[in-house]
């Protein structure tokens, strides 16, 4: 447990911002979940749900919630499914 006022203030900070991303990376994977099943389904048309789904992987990379090339991973599947 740290002793200097700065660095207790960076611990509940971490702590804060810690919570936050676990709650947005649940939402993204929840929504590529989503993207999935509904490329799965035939009788669906899932372009707006996989578009949207590649919006959110876009943003969760620049926001650091997500590695770049992870991202880059997670949307060129969900195209080349789109794509079948």
Do not use: F, W, Y
Not at 17 to 33: E, G, M, P
Not at 48 to 77: M, P, T, Y
């Amino acid at each position: 447990m740290p002793n200097i006022k700065s660095a207790k203030k960076r611990v509940k900070v971490i702590e804060a911002k810690t919570l936050q991303n676990k709650a947005q990376k649940s939402a993204l994977k929840t929504l590529v979940k989503k993207a999935e099943l509904s490329l799965a389904d035939a009788k669906a048309d899932s372009t707006e749900i996989v578009r949207e789904a590649i919006k959110r992987i876009d943003q969760a990379a620049a926001k650091g919630i997500l590695h770049k090339n992870a991202a880059s991973r997670k949307k060129s599947a969900l195209a080349s499914k789109l794509a079948r």
